[in-house]
């Protein structure tokens, strides 16, 4: 152990200075002793494995450790690229002060890939930016090409909006219900709410607790006008707008699809029903109509 700790020392010391590392970073023992062993690891040779583009040290930056008993055809620096791209994912999303991680999860005991000497990291398709998600890991070095899909565990913690105290179905969100505070954002796929202007308001959909982030999906669909109402129509292209009054034909909540009957004026300014159009409610007493 003593002679891995001499050889990576120096190139530990490289790590921290390198722009995808920070202090920040290294929180615990268990990450020091990871990156200590990846750069032990890459300075005997295994720089080879690294996917072209990525730079020397990147698998070590992460933010957690590998574990010690990993498939034997694993390349490391590869499951330390996967990791690092499930974060960056992350990050993308959320905001600029949120504190991400990333891990491995537990892989599947019979996982017995063969030996690859380079290994690329792919975000699959549809899958979430945070909780419990996957990451692929793609063999394009090696005796056996193999393509695999890692489980990860991202964690975000950051601001959002929740509630000071529970609150039943029903309720209507008003400014002094609302708290910001730094909560777990990992429980749910999509982002949690954090413009208060957005929830006040607002009628719940289900009960919510304290502490609870608040998402969209807790909150009825604001409805910006009821069927008879008279709305604004606008309609507009590249260097123009129109607007003219109709008169809704059903609810209109908020994003979704409603029917309008236009209404034509007289020169008198009496109006008469007009063709019947369809759009979408984005505002109060007003649709836009399909481009």
């Given at each position: ?108 005991k019979r996982l017995n890939p ?178």
């Amino acid at each position: 152990m003593s002679t891995k700790r001499s050889r990576a020392t120096p190139q530990f010391a490289a790590l921290l200075r390198h722009p995808c590392c920070s202090i920040r970073v290294v929180k615990s023992r268990l990450l020091i002793s990871s990156l200590l062993t990846a750069a032990a690891w890459a300075q005997t040779g295994a720089q080879a494995q690294m996917p072209v583009g990525v730079p020397a040290g990147l698998g070590a930056g992460v933010p957690v450790g590998l574990p010690a008993n990993l498939p034997a055809g694993l390349p490391a620096v590869g499951l330390a690229q996967a990791l690092r791209l499930a974060q960056q994912a992350a990050e993308r999303l959320a905001p600029a002060s949120a504190q991400v991680s990333a891990s491995l999860g537990v892989l599947d005991k019979r996982l017995n890939p063969a030996p690859c000497t380079q290994a690329e990291a792919f975000l699959p398709r549809g899958v979430p930016p945070w909780g419990r998600t996957r990451v692929g890991l793609r063999c394009v070095r090696g005796p056996v090409a193999w393509t695999l899909y890692l489980p990860v565990q991202v964690q975000v913690q950051a601001p959002a909006l929740s509630v000071r105290s529970a609150l039943p179905a029903g309720s209507v969100l008003i400014e002094s219900d609302l708290v910001a505070s730094v909560v777990n954002w990992s429980n749910n796929p999509q982002p949690p709410l954090t413009d208060a202007s957005i929830a006040a308001g607002r009628t719940l959909a289900r009960a919510v607790t304290p502490g609870q982030p608040l998402h969209e999906a807790d909150l009825q669909t604001r409805r910006w006008f009821a069927a008879g109402d008279r709305v604004k129509v606008m309609a507009g292209g590249s260097g123009f707008a129109v607007v003219a009054e109709g008169q809704a034909l059903s609810d209109g909540r908020d994003g979704q699809r409603v029917r309008v009957q236009m209404l034509v004026r007289a020169q008198d300014g009496s109006s008469s029903p007009g063709p019947v159009v369809q759009g979408l409610a984005v505002g109060e007493r007003r649709v836009e109509l399909f481009r």
